[in-house]
């Protein structure tokens, strides 16, 4: 594929003429068409898709677009003027209708199919034609590449239609859903947690879909009605959309010699990732099967650093499958996605998620995707032995390699120079058995007190409505749980004075604060901006967008007053808030 050039911008893009002059269609240009696609992009109903990396679609507009939001801080990043996200064609473009764009933008956009496996184990079952050839981009439509400044960026709409992998859905996204996802990506941004991003947000004033979902208070596990909800459209930003089941789609092609071209279409997509994600780091002159193998070198260090972000800021993606897993090494699909509030190792917000994707598996659960990218690269490899032992390697290294990271990023959450097993094994237990606040706790440690006083902020002591204490354990009263966190944190004060003898708590407190964020994105908060929005006010989806921009710093009183809290106890075991079976 022939490099773009670096491209400064100029101007402010403010109309759609000026982003059109941005266009650079890369994966329609470089990659195979689906050949039985409709060229035009009609191609609404599900069906089986046997070759090719993409089918050209055109996105169902939903009906009476209106603004919710957009970020103000990607468009600043993108050189957009504010005023074109309540423009009337930049609304009509990113909430589906694109027959009217001009040249040389297209009026068809893609979707793309990929494999499913779940937790290292390849399925095909759940495709409704059992064959594997069914899964892909069911309502995620692909409408533009631009190149802006040398970076590029795919947009891509949530919620815009059916596609060929739609397997008999409406092809629509909820609000709620939406909301999530356009807070939690900005969110995690301001973290410093690679992700993809939220450009705006627009909601039909008319359009309804049913999903199931929970009454009001409901304790059950899953959704006991059915209910009409607003569609919108999120348009998701990213370098690209190629995710590890992509490749896999295709390394099982080769593997099998489905057809001729299959190991072409192999060799391609991965050319295609490196040329979109990895160019700075591979060397375009090397052979395929060198490419390769620096390919699963670098994407395993992106994904190994990935996963300690995630334990570092309490996010727990729910459903780590690989196709919920970005070649490019960031988050990606926000569906049934978490924070973790109440510390356990096992926190899973999704009801059908289990212990293999909780909140602290997710370093194995990463490795077993990463096992699945190294497999569907082996096809290209197979006659090239010192290339296959060297991706062997990279998967044998692959938990001693994650072990470090996790050892280090605790480290830096504890303010240590070092990391201690004792002293993090004794936390553990005790976060465990109060129990403790995530966020709240480690903030709360960040300003080394002198004393367990602050520390209690965190505790949660309260119980819930069913009448069972949040702190369950009879066998421990308050004083012998005082007594040991006041040993506990002696121990740790000794650790980081005697690590770094020269540093000032202040100095200690400083960097822990940039590590350990004060605001985190709970979902009983996230529950009240999209329940407002569904009644047409926008007031605390945009006072939390604005919250969340800044997760690190001090803020004002009221904020601290409104979003440093504990779970109220009211809140805990309700569906659709505590836990959720779905998020459509």
Request: aromatic share 12%; charged share 20%; hydrophobic share 35%.
């Amino acid at each position: 594929m022939k490099k773009q050039p670096l491209q400064k911008i100029p101007f402010i893009v403010s109309t759609l003429k000026d982003l059109a002059k941005l266009t650079n269609y890369s994966l329609m240009d470089f990659l195979t068409c689906d050949p039985d696609a409709n060229k035009h992009g009609d191609d609404h109903v599900s069906r089986q898709v046997f070759r090719g990396h993409y089918v050209p679609v055109a996105p169902t507009p939903i009906e009476a677009p209106d603004y919710i939001a957009h970020s103000q801080n990607l468009f600043h990043e993108l050189g957009f003027a504010d005023s074109m996200a309540q423009s009337a064609d930049f609304i009509r473009v990113f909430s589906g209708d694109i027959s009217f764009v001009p040249v040389p933008m297209r009026k068809v956009g893609w979707a793309c199919g990929y494999a499913l496996s779940i937790y290292g184990t390849e399925y095909t079952q759940q495709c409704p034609f059992q064959t594997g050839n069914g899964y892909g981009d069911g309502r995620a439509i692909s409408i533009l590449e631009v190149v802006i400044n040398g970076q590029r960026w795919e947009m891509q709409l949530k919620g815009g239609g059916r596609t060929p992998y739609c397997r008999g859905a409406d092809g629509r996204a909820v609000l709620r859903s939406s909301v999530r996802e356009f807070l939690a990506q900005e969110y995690m941004h301001a973290l410093g947690v690679p992700t993809s991003r939220s450009l705006s947000l627009y909601v039909s004033k008319t359009e309804k879909v049913k999903r199931p979902w929970y009454s009001e208070g409901s304790r059950a596990a899953d959704p006991d009605i059915l209910i009409s909800e607003p569609v919108a459209v999120l348009t998701r930003v990213a370098p690209s959309f190629i995710r590890v089941g992509q490749l896999e789609l295709f390394g099982r092609r080769a593997r099998k010699k489905e057809y001729p071209q299959a190991m072409e279409e192999l060799e391609k997509i991965v050319l295609h990732l490196i040329d979109r994600e990895y160019d700075d780091v591979i060397e375009p002159n090397l052979g395929i099967e060198k490419k390769a193998v620096v390919l699963a070198r670098e994407f395993r260090s992106r994904l190994i650093s990935l996963v300690a972000n995630w334990i570092r800021v309490g996010y727990c993606q729910g459903n780590f499958n690989s196709d919920n897993c970005a070649a490019g090494g960031f988050t990606l699909d926000y569906g049934p996605f978490g924070f973790c509030e109440v510390f356990n190792p096992y926190f899973q917000p999704w009801t059908g998620g289990g212990r293999h994707f909780s909140f602290l598996n997710q370093h194995v659960a990463a490795e077993r995707n990463f096992q699945m990218f190294c497999s569907a690269l082996r096809p290209l490899l197979a006659s090239h032995p010192d290339a296959l032992k060297q991706l062997d390697a990279l998967q044998i290294e692959f938990p001693a390699l994650m072990q470090v990271a996790m050892e280090k990023m605790w480290a830096a959450k504890l303010g240590l120079d070092a990391f201690n097993t004792e002293l993090f094994n004794e936390l553990i237990v005790l976060m465990r058995q109060t129990p403790v606040d995530y966020t709240l706790f480690f903030r709360e440690l960040s300003w080394v007190p002198d004393d367990i006083g602050p520390l209690k902020k965190s505790f949660y002591t309260d119980t819930n409505p069913s009448g069972e204490p949040i702190q369950s354990r009879p066998e421990i009263n308050n004083k012998e749980i005082d007594e040991r966190w006041t040993a506990w944190l002696t121990k740790w004060k000794s650790l980081i004075s005697a690590g770094s003898p020269g540093r000032s708590n202040e100095t200690i407190s400083s960097q822990m604060k940039r590590i350990n964020p004060k605001y985190s994105l709970r979902e009983w908060l996230v529950v009240l901006a999209y329940q407002q929005a569904n009644t047409g006010h926008y007031a605390q989806l945009r006072e939390l967008q604005e919250v969340m921009s800044h997760p690190y710093a001090e803020q004002s009183k009221e904020v601290e007053e409104k979003y440093y809290r504990l779970k109220p106890s009211a809140l805990f075991g309700v569906g659709g808030l505590s836990h959720y079976s779905c998020s459509s």
